[in-house]
């Protein structure tokens, strides 16, 4: 048993490291086929070409490809991830700086995912081939195809310039920026921590639309595999003999069939989760949302490959957490797992 035990964590940690060294190596493989000049983004297409050359040397490009490899592996262990051309910060710092806004949106999303998802999902299985059944399969058909991008600017025109129910652009009104103490970089949590409610208002005007639009893809994503766990649960005998023993529907649904589902929902919210926070780019470039989306967004017009390569590393090491977040919470979960 304890030998069992040792080989699996092994074979995982074994995993985890071989999916690192290989994002490592694919980020260094984008970051050199790019059609971007990394020189020219720094000196500017004015320089001359003894500047060029000068900088061309000092970010070690004139040597051999293996060993800018082995010196980019070197820095990327170590944490130094270079300097950013758009702030001239490092890049560390500033993807630290901008990440709290990013997360608070994309946790804000996959709440009303969620919480409309689930729902809509348990809702057509109990009603197969009924018009809400219908009805919510076309829902999340629409979510999962629509643009993103098409619908913020949609959602900007009717909820901002109409009906003015959101905020504009940025994460809080501009008569509230720097008007509470910032403790964790989530707005919402810090103006309510600032007891100051007229700000709270202002940021929950603001996220709400953009969260709920870039939660509308996990709805659909979650909404359909819901429908799909729950139709396999209904079909099985245990549920026939609950529903024969005189058990309320509402019992046999949400405390027998759905109990049974909740482990692979925890996979299903852990990759809609990272899908949020990778697919924040488009919603914050919209909705000029000062986050890691716009970062990337920004670096990658700036042509700023420290910035670019540094985030696109990171998005995978998200990925790579919430797939061992989520094998974690299957063992805890499931006791077929332990």
Same mark, same amino acid.
């Given at each position: 048993?304890?030998?069992?035990?040792?080989? +699996?964590?092994?074979?995982?940690?074994?995993?985890?490291? #071989? !999916? *690192? %060294? &290989?994002?490592? /190596?694919?980020? =260094?493989?984008? @970051?050199?086929?790019?059609?971007?000049?990394?020189?020219?983004?720094?000196?500017?297409?004015?320089?001359?070409?003894?500047?060029?050359?000068?900088?061309?040397?000092?970010?070690?490009?004139?040597?051999?490809?293996?060993?800018?490899?082995?010196?980019?592996?070197?820095?990327?262990?170590?944490?130094?991830?270079?300097?950013?051309?758009?702030?001239?910060?490092?890049?560390?710092?500033?993807?630290?700086?901008?990440?709290?806004?990013?997360?608070?949106?994309?946790?804000?999303?996959?709440?009303?995912?969620?919480?409309?998802?689930?729902?809509?999902?348990?809702?057509?299985?109990?009603?197969? +081939?009924?018009?809400?059944?219908?009805?919510?399969?076309? #829902? !999340? *058909? %629409? &979510?999962?195809? /629509?643009?993103? =991008?098409?619908? @913020?600017?949609?959602?900007?025109?009717?909820?901002?310039?109409?009906?003015?129910?959101?905020?504009?652009?940025?994460?809080?009104?501009?008569?509230?920026?720097?008007?509470?103490?910032?403790?964790?970089?989530?707005?919402?949590?810090?103006?309510?921590?600032?007891?100051?409610?007229?700000?709270?208002?202002?940021?929950?005007?603001?996220?709400?639309?953009?969260?709920?639009?870039?939660?509308?893809?996990?709805?659909?994503?979650?909404?359909?595999?819901?429908?799909?766990?729950?139709?396999?649960?209904?079909?099985?005998?245990?549920?026939?003999?609950?529903?024969?023993?005189?058990?309320?529907?509402?019992?046999?649904?949400?405390?027998?069939?759905?109990?049974?589902? *909740?482990?692979?929902?925890? /996979?299903?919210?852990?990759?809609?989760?990272?899908?949020?926070?990778?697919?924040?780019?488009?919603?914050?470039?919209?909705?000029?949302?000062?986050?890691?989306?716009?970062?990337?967004?920004?670096?990658?017009?700036?042509?700023?490959?420290?910035?670019?390569?540094?985030?696109?590393?990171?998005?995978?090491?998200?990925?790579?957490?919430?797939?061992?977040?989520?094998?974690?919470?299957?063992?805890?979960?499931?006791?077929?797992?332990?």
């Amino acid at each position: 048993m304890i030998r069992s035990r040792w080989f +699996g964590a092994s074979k995982k940690l074994g995993v985890i490291f #071989i !999916t *690192l %060294f &290989g994002l490592l /190596t694919m980020t =260094f493989v984008i @970051g050199r086929l790019m059609p971007i000049d990394p020189v020219l983004a720094v000196v500017g297409p004015d320089a001359d070409s003894s500047t060029y050359e000068q900088v061309f040397q000092q970010m070690g490009l004139d040597r051999p490809i293996w060993i800018q490899y082995f010196y980019y592996l070197q820095d990327m262990l170590s944490g130094d991830f270079g300097y950013a051309i758009l702030t001239g910060s490092p890049v560390i710092n500033d993807i630290i700086r901008v990440l709290p806004a990013t997360i608070e949106l994309a946790s804000v999303a996959i709440i009303f995912g969620v919480g409309l998802g689930v729902p809509l999902g348990v809702y057509a299985a109990t009603h197969r +081939g009924q018009l809400g059944d219908h009805l919510t399969r076309i #829902i !999340t *058909l %629409f &979510g999962y195809s /629509t643009p993103v =991008f098409w619908v @913020g600017m949609v959602g900007l025109i009717i909820f901002y310039a109409w009906l003015n129910w959101a905020g504009a652009a940025g994460r809080i009104g501009f008569a509230y920026d720097g008007m509470f103490e910032s403790y964790t970089g989530f707005y919402l949590i810090d103006t309510l921590l600032s007891g100051n409610v007229e700000a709270f208002v202002s940021a929950l005007r603001h996220i709400a639309l953009p969260a709920a639009i870039l939660g509308l893809n996990s709805v659909s994503f979650i909404g359909r595999m819901t429908r799909s766990f729950m139709l396999e649960q209904l079909s099985q005998e245990y549920v026939k003999t609950a529903r024969v023993k005189g058990l309320s529907e509402h019992s046999v649904i949400w405390k027998h069939a759905f109990k049974n589902i *909740l482990v692979q929902l925890l /996979t299903i919210v852990a990759l809609a989760y990272g899908g949020l926070l990778e697919g924040a780019v488009l919603i914050e470039t919209v909705f000029a949302w000062p986050g890691f989306g716009q970062y990337l967004t920004d670096s990658l017009l700036m042509g700023d490959m420290n910035a670019v390569m540094a985030s696109v590393l990171f998005i995978g090491l998200v990925f790579v957490f919430l797939n061992l977040l989520s094998d974690v919470l299957y063992k805890l979960f499931d006791p077929r797992t332990k």
